[in-house]
């Protein structure tokens, strides 16, 4: 049984924009609870090192002086980015239109993942950028060349790409959204005093901004608390409570498909933080059911397949999930990573027969390919196993939600 009251890291989404949008105003911001994963980690290095100042103010707040748009000053050393796309992304649309040069790394995985979804539009615009994945470098276009986009691939690492570029290039940028993808960028950029307007598939964003410097609070991360969420769904006699989650409905998928299956999810207390929605989430054990996921409704739970998996393997019935071909260019192949829960590749998806509630036999060893969601659905999965289930390695949380494990053990505190 599970039951208490669960701490979950700031959102790292949200965290990654906080800190860029800081680094480019002029002045002082503060972000309170920005997450302290690897991956944010290796964003504010690299703010760092083209002249930001960036201090911890005590616990998980940080203070960050911008050098206003513009201002980003020429990096000594390539940026070292870990496992980490979003960084790589969003700093890709950075420096794309500003007057420097940066070189970019990352790890094995990150540098086989494709770069030029980002690329290929920052082209357009006037950047150099040798290479379409990690190590690349790009030179940055002075002036760049405002453009409009049309966004044919669902991915909010590209939408604010091309949003952070825009900011440094004179005129409007345009954007033209077809499938909406999470909005924190939009929201931010508003936030911080960008002049953006947004109607129902475009957005436009006036070049050249002033950005005045904020107080942020971030919200809880809705992907990192699905993973607690779903062990209360899965443990007979559990009740857990994760306060203060973001909810944005860009990223609320996994638990309408979680509802929608029969589980015991409640929100309260809502609220705004820092322009973004936040409440408080209480789960309890549930009886679930095996459901139909459409695929349109994968750019709003695109990082809780895996997770979902976990559930679907507990349920009554088969699951089906449709449209993830996105999910075989993630940090592991995660479509091929969830087999040994008994999920298979049907078409563009999966599929997963449930136990109706039954605990699985376990018994194996997985190894998550440095991959932070597939070592921690793995690991909540295992709670409910005759055997254990081993997973390799669970240092990769660290670049998302360092305190998983500290989190989980205390759920099951007597």
């Known amino acids: 049984m599970l039951s208490g009251t669960a701490r979950i890291p700031g959102d790292k989404s949200i965290s990654h924009r906080a800190l860029i949008l800081a680094a480019l105003a002029v002045g002082e911001s503060r972000i309170d609870n920005l997450c302290d994963g690897g991956d944010v980690v290796a964003t504010m290095t690299a703010l760092s090192a083209m002249g930001a100042r960036i201090e911890p103010a005590g616990g998980a707040a940080w203070t960050v002086h911008g050098v206003g748009v513009g201002g980003l000053l020429q990096p000594r050393a390539p940026f070292d980015l870990g496992n980490s796309g979003t960084s790589a992304r969003l700093l890709m649309g950075l420096v794309a239109s500003h007057k420097i040069a940066a070189e970019f790394a990352g790890d094995a995985s990150l540098s086989r993942r494709p770069m030029d979804r980002v690329a290929a539009p920052l082209r357009r615009i006037g950047a150099s950028i040798s290479g379409d994945r990690l190590p690349l470098r790009i030179a940055g276009a002075s002036p760049a060349v405002p453009a409009r986009h049309r966004l044919e691939i669902p991915s909010a690492q590209v939408k604010s790409a091309l949003l952070l570029a825009g900011l440094n290039t004179p005129g409007i940028t345009e954007l033209i959204e077809p499938v909406p993808t999470r ?42 608390a699905a993973f607690l969420a779903v062990a209360a769904l899965i443990v007979p006699g559990s009740e857990v409570r994760i306060n203060g989650v973001g909810v944005n409905p860009t990223r609320m998928g996994l638990y309408e498909v979680l509802r929608e299956m029969g589980a015991d999810l409640t929100f309260s207390n809502r609220r705004e933080i820092s322009n973004e929605p936040v409440a408080d989430l209480l789960v309890r054990h549930s009886a679930l059911a095996g459901v139909e996921v459409p695929p349109e409704i994968a750019p709003r739970m695109i990082d809780e397949y895996p997770i979902l998996c976990v559930a679907a393997a507990f349920a009554a019935g088969t699951t089906r999930m449709r449209g993830l071909a996105e999910l075989r260019l993630k940090e592991s192949d995660r479509i091929a990573a969830m087999a040994p829960l008994g999920a298979r590749a049907e078409g563009d998806g999966l599929a997963v027969d449930g136990s109706g509630g039954a605990p699985l036999a376990g018994g194996f060893t997985v190894d998550p390919a440095r991959d932070h969601r597939i070592a921690m659905s793995f690991a909540v999965a295992g709670l409910r196993a005759k055997e254990p289930i081993g997973v390799a390695d669970m240092s990769p949380v660290a670049t998302s939600f360092p305190g998983f494990l500290s989190a989980l053990d205390a759920l099951q505190a007597p």
Do not use: N, V, W
Not at 195 to 204: F, H, P, V, Y
Not at 207 to 223: C, F, M, T, V
């Open 183 to 224: 909005d924190h960028t939009e929201r931010m950029l508003a936030l911080f005093g960008a002049d953006l307007e947004r109607g129902e598939k475009r957005i436009a964003l006036r070049g050249e901004a002033e950005l005045r410097p904020r107080q942020l609070d971030i919200p809880g991360d809705a992907s990192a």
